[in-house]
């Protein structure tokens, strides 16, 4: 055992292949770049969704409203500045190659320096309180970060940054459903989280659904939904219709682009379901305003 | 139509204004979110001085982004108004005549707007680089220890926003999703 041991330590893989190694510094580098780009940027699916529905939006108002979403965007990129003061709860989540050797430090302490930098350096809003129901004194960095990890297969460090802002995370919900609640219940529960939020969190929104797993899974997977493309459905067919469905009946609500009144609520229903108790059918949703931002990269 | 307004805000122009209404806002602002908010509330409740004098003033329901050098501001759109209501009516009783924000309030609020003849005002969520653009000059005049929650004095111009609810109690919220409402 002990020859073993020395073997690993000295990073051999089988056949005696050198472990690849990724210094911490390299890390906070890309992350602090990372926080940056992220919040200043807006993804391309999310524009193009943006001014599809500019040109089908049925309100004047609620046009207008569009008009000066897209509007806002450039000016972010034209002048180098967020896109929405709210520069978001600092969410990460890290596929981490099993194969891959961190050096120079621990890969979270990395990430919250990352943070640290990005959002002093970029100018933007600290946005975190050190205790949340007795000393609510704000930490001054915007960390602590929330760090997702998941082990993967390879050499790879593959780092997702996705900054949540507060007014839309808050109209977030849970229900725990019964498995006979079925698709009819699901599809309640989210009409009415989404009609009850009406105009706090900023519309059009994007909802992602989790569905299936523990409490915990279902939450992640709702906010792990946020993250796939708009225009991508999910790989079930039935799952993929029910997304289509609910973004045809939210759209219904009349809530509109800020809650103005409008055919335009949300840009996108996203789904993820993970397998569940014989007994559960937990159902999570995470709203995202339309300041959905999302950036990986790969080290 | 768009009207152009001028702060501190008279009961005239209060009294002209419709849920709505698109109105530009010219003058001095105050930005106050959350940790503000509580802090003016007791302030009130034991008698004390508050830090700034709300007669016919405006607040701005915002946390901004530092300024970057060379410029006024960072991105500075509202935030979630709901959250300030457990405080806002004793503001509105102790002379505050307009908030701007985004999204619903409470009956109390609303009972608040129509007694002391208020207006609620919605800036657009998520527009914060829009809207920063209208802000000329901004200077932190109370708790500057709370970051992005201490208290500035805007002075805008221009600054978009649309009534959401008007002195008689009336509400673009509702009356936009009855409108537009197809389930």
């Known amino acids: 055992m002990p020859l073993l041991y020395f073997s690993r330590g000295v990073n051999l893989l089988e056949g005696g292949k050198h472990m690849r190694e990724i210094h911490i510094d390299e890390i906070i580098s890309a992350v602090e770049k990372l926080c940056i780009d992220a919040n200043i940027i807006l993804p391309d699916d999310v524009k193009r969704e943006i001014n599809k529905y500019y040109e089908t939006e049925s309100s004047p108002l609620g046009k207008e409203v569009l008009k000066d979403i897209i509007k806002n965007y450039k000016i972010a990129e034209e002048k180098n500045i967020p896109i929405c003061q709210d520069t978001g709860f600092a969410v990460f989540f890290v596929k981490l190659g099993q194969d891959l050797k961190i050096v120079g430090g621990n890969l979270t302490d990395a990430i919250n320096e990352g943070v640290r930098r990005g959002y002093k350096n970029g100018y933007l809003r600290k946005s975190i309180v050190n205790d949340p129901l007795i000393h609510r004194k704000n930490t001054g960095d915007n960390t602590p970060a929330i760090v997702h990890y998941e082990i993967v297969p390879g050499d790879k460090l593959q780092i997702t940054f996705a900054p949540k802002g507060g007014g839309s995370e808050n109209m977030s919900a849970l229900r725990m459903l019964k498995p006979a609640d079925g698709v009819e219940g699901v599809k309640k529960f989210v009409l009415e989280t989404v009609d009850k939020a009406g105009s706090n969190p900023c519309p059009p929104i994007i909802i992602g659904v989790g569905i299936g797993g523990t409490i915990e899974v279902a939450t992640l997977i709702a906010k792990k939904a946020l993250l796939r493309p708009i225009g991508q459905p999910h790989p079930q067919p039935e799952i993929a219709e029910l997304e289509k469905e609910l973004l045809n009946e939210v759209n219904k609500l009349g809530i509109g682009p800020q809650g103005f009144g409008g055919t335009t609520t949300a840009l996108a229903v996203h789904i993820e379901t993970f397998p569940a108790h014989i007994a559960s059918l937990p159902v999570a949703i995470n709203i995202q305003c339309h300041v959905a931002r999302h950036k990986e990269i790969e080290l | ?183």
């Open chain 2, 1 to 183: 139509m768009i009207k152009s307004i001028k702060t501190p805000l008279t009961p005239e122009i209060i009294d002209d204004l419709k849920a709505g209404d698109k109105v530009l806002i010219t003058g001095i602002i105050y930005s106050a979110r959350d940790a503000a908010h509580k802090r003016l509330y007791e302030m009130i409740q034991k008698g004390e001085e508050l830090p700034v004098d709300l007669k016919g003033q405006i607040i701005y329901y915002a946390g901004p982004c530092p300024a970057k050098p060379g410029t006024v501001i960072g991105s500075a759109g509202p935030t979630t108004s709901g959250r300030m209501d457990p405080y806002t009516p004793l503001l509105i009783e102790k002379g505050l005549k307009g908030m701007i924000g985004k999204g619903l309030r409470s009956k109390e609020v609303v009972d608040a707007i129509i007694t002391h003849k208020a207006v609620y005002f919605a800036a657009i969520g998520g527009a914060g680089a829009l809207l920063a653009d209208t802000i000329k000059k901004a200077e932190v005049v109370a708790f500057p220890e709370l970051g992005p929650e201490a208290i500035y004095e805007f002075h805008v111009e221009d600054f978009p926003a649309i009534v959401v609810i008007d002195k008689d109690g009336n509400d673009l919220y509702k009356i936009g999703k009855e409108n537009y409402r197809k389930i």
